[in-house]
């Protein structure tokens, strides 16, 4: 069982940044890890994901924008958000997948709004 804990999130204006990180209980160096997003009644959709060789992928709504990035020395994993937008509004999830293991942490709120 590994365990997740986000941080980062809080509220800002349009065009905005933040930084959010995601610590794992265990070792995350053999995992891919990855942000999910969830906005109030719509579904929960990806947002980066990063493998343990370190290649990314991005939805088409973070290209250019966010960064995901990976610490295995710190077992954390992050989300730089920048030129944040209203419609960046979510819950935010990191997720950990390793062979049949997948773990998602409890979420941390993204408020983007004047």
């Known amino acids: 069982q590994v365990q997740l804990v986000e941080s980062g999130g809080g509220l800002v204006q349009p065009g905005g940044s933040l930084r959010l990180s995601c610590a794992a209980s265990?070792?995350?160096?053999?995992?891919?890890m990855g942000w999910y997003r969830q906005a109030p009644g719509k579904e929960r959709e990806l947002v980066a994901t990063?493998?343990?060789?370190?290649?990314?992928a991005y939805a088409d709504s973070a290209k250019g924008r966010f960064t995901i990035s990976r610490d295995n020395a710190k077992n954390t994993v992050y989300l730089q958000m920048n030129s944040l937008k209203p419609e960046d509004t979510a819950v935010y999830y990191c997720?950990?997948?390793?062979?049949?293991?997948?773990?998602w942490g409890q979420g941390t709120q993204v408020t983007v709004s004047s």
């Open positions: 997720y950990y997948r390793r062979n049949s293991a997948n773990y």
């Open positions: 265990g070792s995350i160096s053999t995992a891919s």
């Open positions: 990063i493998t343990a060789y370190r290649n990314t």
